[in-house]
């Protein structure tokens, strides 16, 4: 989305966000300043397919003493010279956008009041709901959660990264014959206790993350690459990880099959399982399945359906042209 908004109108964005900053795009990071902070909590997780409620019951019992000072801290930047702001969606960046006289724009599939609702946190529920309502506009990407506590709301559909076009050449740079199929893992190396591969076959091989503690020794396992994740994605005939949005989005741009595993504890997982169910090329396998290694069944049953045709990616597009109109206006 912003990719596409860069191309409309000149702009020069500042990332607020408490992750690495290699993880954002690199031909973006000229037109980009990051500042490492947190401004909400989110959930906290023991691995990556668990919610840990103690965590972060005790995480929002924190972040709630520090609601006021975070906003005030954001409207104090804002107000030196920002034009809009776009959440994703941390509640105190559209109380905070309101309080510095800024357009603010959420887009999101889900918000934190409904997921904390439905975690049971009431409290933080209602004081994320209060400060959406000040959000000046919702683009509300599918497949959607409710979130009713945004005033103005535009429905998108899915949004999703542009595909990578290096596809046969990023298959010949791993060596990989045109015959065989490759299996990519999306599961971060400190939650590898989730998976085991299952015994080799002919035709089928594995591409581990970086950083993996073992495996590699296994002759269907590509070496280590040093790729960005979507031309992996693009390279792939089947991608295994959990239910996410953007590995959902990158693997129906793709047109690459999707082995999932469910996440127990996740309110957006219902949402989210309820639209890979209604879409072909898509298959969910049981945790025991693959922390066991017994999911060769699961992954010949996805290979041997038709390839998926690739994903309309306008919704990107019309997210981007109205935040250009924003910017314009």
């Known amino acids: 989305m912003l990719d596409r908004l860069?191309?409309?109108?000149?702009?020069?964005?500042?990332?607020?966000?408490?992750?690495?900053?290699?993880?954002?795009?690199?031909?973006?990071?000229?037109?980009?300043?990051?500042?490492?902070?947190?401004c909400d909590v989110g959930v906290e997780q023991s691995d990556d397919v668990t919610v840990d409620a103690a965590a972060t019951r005790a995480a929002l019992s924190d972040w709630l003493a520090c609601v006021p000072d975070i906003v005030e801290r954001e409207a104090r930047r804002l107000r030196s010279g920002f034009d809009l702001v776009i959440g994703d969606v941390p509640p105190p960046a559209f109380e905070a956008a309101a309080a510095a006289r800024v357009p603010s724009v959420a887009l999101a599939n889900f918000s934190w009041d409904w997921i904390y609702r439905e975690l049971g946190f009431e409290d933080a529920a209602a004081i994320c709901a209060s400060m959406y309502g000040t959000a000046g506009l919702l683009l509300e990407t599918a497949p959607a959660a409710p979130m009713d506590a945004f005033v103005r709301r535009h429905s998108l559909g899915l949004v999703t990264r542009r595909p990578s076009a290096r596809r046969q050449h990023t298959r010949t740079s791993l060596g990989i014959g045109d015959h065989e199929q490759v299996v990519l893992l999306a599961v971060r190396p400190d939650s590898a206790a989730l998976v085991s591969l299952p015994p080799q076959s002919p035709g089928i091989r594995y591409l581990?993350?970086?950083?993996?503690?073992?495996?590699?020794?296994?002759?269907?396992?590509?070496?280590?690459?040093?790729?960005?994740?979507?031309?992996?994605?693009?390279?792939?005939?089947?991608v295994v990880g959990k239910p996410g949005y953007g590995l959902i989005g990158d693997a129906a741009a793709?047109?690459?099959?999707?082995?999932?595993?469910?996440?127990?504890?996740?309110?957006?997982?219902?949402?989210?399982?309820?639209?890979?169910?209604?879409?072909?090329?898509?298959?969910?396998?049981?945790?025991?399945?693959?922390?066991?290694?017994?999911?060769?069944?699961?992954?010949?049953?996805?290979?041997?359906?038709?390839?998926?045709?690739?994903?309309?990616?306008?919704?990107?597009?019309?997210?981007?042209?109205?935040?250009?109109?924003?910017?314009?206006?």
Do not use: K
């Open 208 to 238: 581990l993350p970086s950083g993996w503690p073992a495996g590699r020794l296994r002759e269907d396992v590509l070496d280590e690459c040093a790729l960005e994740f979507l031309e992996l994605i693009a390279a792939a005939d089947v």
């Open 6 to 38: 860069a191309e409309r109108v000149p702009v020069r964005m500042t990332v607020i966000a408490a992750q690495p900053p290699g993880l954002w795009p690199s031909h973006l990071r000229p037109v980009t300043s990051w500042v490492d902070a947190s």
């Open 254 to 329: 793709s047109a690459t099959r999707l082995l999932w595993v469910s996440r127990p504890g996740f309110p957006e997982n219902a949402v989210l399982e309820r639209w890979l169910r209604d879409h072909r090329c898509t298959r969910e396998v049981s945790r025991d399945a693959l922390r066991s290694g017994e999911w060769s069944q699961d992954l010949r049953l996805l290979i041997e359906e038709p390839a998926p045709a690739p994903f309309d990616l306008s919704p990107a597009d019309r997210a981007a042209e109205a935040l250009a109109e924003c910017l314009r206006a």
